[in-house]
């Protein structure tokens, strides 16, 4: 008697980030982690548990998560797909490492999506329900996320969820966007992140080291980045566990 096939491509929930340090501790608690590339992205799939996870890492913008979304439905079709990583804060009241979960994501130029998911909204403990806006380009300055909130009443700003959003859409999947904050309301990032990180999420050394030889104090405000995002990455895996694993068993 033939056994039944395993559709060893297949993932149960699909993954969806810019870069890899916004994953990485959530890999780090997965088993049986492979790497490998198709086109230019970076896929990596792995055990959380039993539940199969699929990774796409997409660099930053619209137009390569919309593809990657795509590529990563194409290679393991996940019923469910997260857009996941990091986001500003457009609250003042929001702290570094709080996660957002999305009821709806919008762009500056008036396309919405809504979602439908019931989460409850927990800010005493960092867990914001609500809108999230994605701009064209990184929201650098405290003046322009207040701005932002006030015009579109949304909680954080990404570069990316809307386009995974739309793709999971005209595919038929399930779409949640969580995100973790990287920067809050306090201080601007310093101006050279747009010249440091590359299209494809790679930090561009030579970008880097020419930034702290024109400015020598932005490599302390680049430190300071970079711990808010080791600390907004290891909380967004301790969430994204929960989620995964809940996901999973409705469906089963």
Same mark, same amino acid.
């Given at each position: 008697?033939?056994? #039944?096939?395993?559709?060893?491509?297949?993932?149960?929930?699909?993954?969806?980030?810019?870069?890899?340090?916004?994953?990485?501790?959530?890999?780090? %608690?997965?088993?049986?982690?492979?790497?490998?590339?198709?086109?230019?992205?970076?896929?990596?799939?792995?055990?959380?548990?039993?539940?199969?996870?699929? $990774?796409?890492?997409?660099?930053?913008?619209?137009?390569?998560?919309?593809?990657?979304?795509?590529?990563?439905?194409?290679?393991?079709?996940? #019923?469910?797909?997260?857009?996941?990583?990091?986001?500003?804060?457009?609250?003042?009241?929001?702290?570094?490492?709080?996660?957002?979960?999305?009821?709806?994501? /919008?762009?500056?130029?008036?396309?919405?999506?809504?979602?439908? $998911?019931?989460?409850?909204?927990?800010?005493?403990?960092?867990?914001?329900?609500?809108?999230?806006?994605?701009?064209?380009?990184?929201?650098?300055?405290?003046?322009?996320?207040?701005?932002?909130?006030?015009?579109?009443?949304?909680?954080?700003?990404?570069?990316?969820?809307?386009?995974?959003?739309?793709? /999971?859409?005209?595919?038929?999947?399930?779409?949640?966007?969580? *995100?973790?904050?990287?920067?809050? /309301?306090?201080?601007?990032? #310093?101006?050279?992140?747009?010249?440091?990180?590359?299209?494809?999420?790679?930090? *561009?050394?030579?970008?880097?080291?020419?930034?702290?030889?024109?400015?020598?104090?932005?490599?302390?405000?680049?430190?300071?980045?970079?711990?808010?995002?080791? %600390?907004? !990455?290891?909380?967004?895996?301790?969430?994204?566990?929960?989620? $995964?694993?809940?996901?999973?068993? !409705? %469906?089963?």
């Amino acid at each position: 008697m033939n056994q #039944p096939k395993v559709d060893k491509a297949h993932a149960d929930i699909g993954l969806v980030c810019a870069l890899p340090m916004e994953i990485q501790p959530f890999l780090d %608690r997965c088993e049986h982690v492979k790497k490998y590339t198709g086109g230019s992205y970076v896929f990596r799939g792995g055990f959380l548990d039993r539940i199969k996870v699929a $990774v796409v890492q997409t660099g930053v913008g619209f137009a390569r998560a919309r593809a990657a979304t795509q590529a990563l439905i194409d290679a393991h079709s996940p #019923p469910w797909i997260l857009s996941v990583g990091f986001s500003g804060a457009l609250k003042p009241e929001m702290k570094n490492g709080d996660i957002v979960v999305a009821t709806s994501v /919008c762009d500056l130029h008036g396309q919405e999506l809504q979602n439908d $998911v019931h989460f409850p909204e927990d800010p005493e403990h960092g867990l914001y329900v609500g809108r999230i806006i994605n701009t064209d380009e990184i929201v650098r300055t405290v003046d322009e996320k207040l701005k932002l909130a006030a015009q579109f009443d949304a909680l954080a700003v990404d570069l990316e969820s809307l386009a995974v959003a739309q793709v /999971c859409q005209a595919a038929q999947k399930g779409f949640m966007a969580i *995100r973790a904050i990287s920067d809050d /309301c306090s201080v601007d990032l #310093p101006p050279e992140i747009m010249s440091i990180l590359g299209e494809t999420g790679a930090v *561009r050394a030579g970008a880097a080291l020419g930034a702290v030889f024109k400015r020598p104090e932005s490599i302390k405000e680049m430190w300071k980045m970079r711990g808010d995002a080791s %600390r907004a !990455a290891t909380r967004l895996a301790s969430f994204l566990d929960g989620v $995964v694993v809940q996901l999973y068993e !409705a %469906r089963h």
